[in-house]
């Protein structure tokens, strides 16, 4: 079954405790994102991938780390959390820039709160 | 101002009733023309995608795109409780990513 899979689902940290949210996909898809979800900002975007080894920022990058060692996998860090990033985390995956129709792919999201 | 402006509601509704649901942005540029359904405590997923403007229809569902006003719509006939959801529109433009409005959530009652 095609999907992006994250972990953890739910996870309550303290402030300053590192931590990484993991995503995986089984799409073969080169493009990954990193999105947060807050009541009345919608989905922002925090940072994305566009293939292997390449990231750039999205519109909500500070306090948050990514990298993209292999194709599928795209872990998302907090290396010091604070209570501002209490918050409702979607991974999503896409084939590839302008190589259809943009259609994102979502994983289950992962509800983080920081205390 | 932001690029995507979407009502957040709540909207309610009876079961049977239609259900406009609409966005307007201020980009020109976009294309590319989606709405989003999302359950509560799952992942947004693709519901409707239009290219140009006018009607597209799916079942119950009806995207329509006004390019000269700036503005979509999504129409339900014959809402269900099923339908209850936070509704997202989505637009991009060639060569970008989507760019999300902030949802509509929608309760649709028995």
């Known amino acids: 079954e095609a999907q992006v899979t994250q972990n953890p689902r739910y996870l309550i940290t303290v402030t300053g405790k590192k931590l990484t949210v993991t995503c995986s996909q089984n799409m073969n898809h080169e493009y990954m994102s990193w999105y947060r979800q807050d009541p009345g900002l919608g989905l922002r975007q925090i940072y994305y991938?566009?293939?292997?080894?390449?990231?750039d920022k999205g519109d909500v990058p500070e306090g948050y780390k990514v990298s993209r060692k292999e194709k599928r996998n795209f872990p998302l860090i907090l290396e010091s959390p604070s209570p501002n990033q209490t918050s409702l985390y979607f991974c999503?995956?896409?084939?590839?820039?302008?190589?259809?129709?943009?259609?994102?792919?979502f994983g289950e999201g992962s509800r983080l709160t920081v205390l | 101002q932001k690029e995507v402006e979407q009502d957040p509601g709540p909207l309610s509704v009876p079961e049977g009733a239609i259900v406009s649901l609409n966005c307007t942005y201020s980009n020109s540029a976009f294309q590319y023309f989606m709405w989003y359904r999302q359950y509560s405590r799952k992942g947004p997923e693709l519901l409707m995608y239009t290219y140009s403007s006018g009607n597209k229809e799916d079942g119950r569902f009806t995207a329509q795109v006004d390019k000269s006003s700036k503005y979509i719509s999504l129409f339900i006939r014959d809402s269900q409780p099923s339908d209850s959801a936070t509704y997202l529109c989505?637009?991009?433009?060639?060569?970008?990513?989507?760019?999300f409005g902030g949802g509509t959530r929608l309760m649709v009652k028995p």
């Open positions: 989505a637009l991009r433009y060639a060569g970008n990513m989507l760019t």
């Open positions: 999503a995956s896409n084939l590839g820039y302008g190589r259809d129709t943009g259609e994102l792919f």
């Open positions: 991938s566009m293939n292997v080894e390449v990231t």
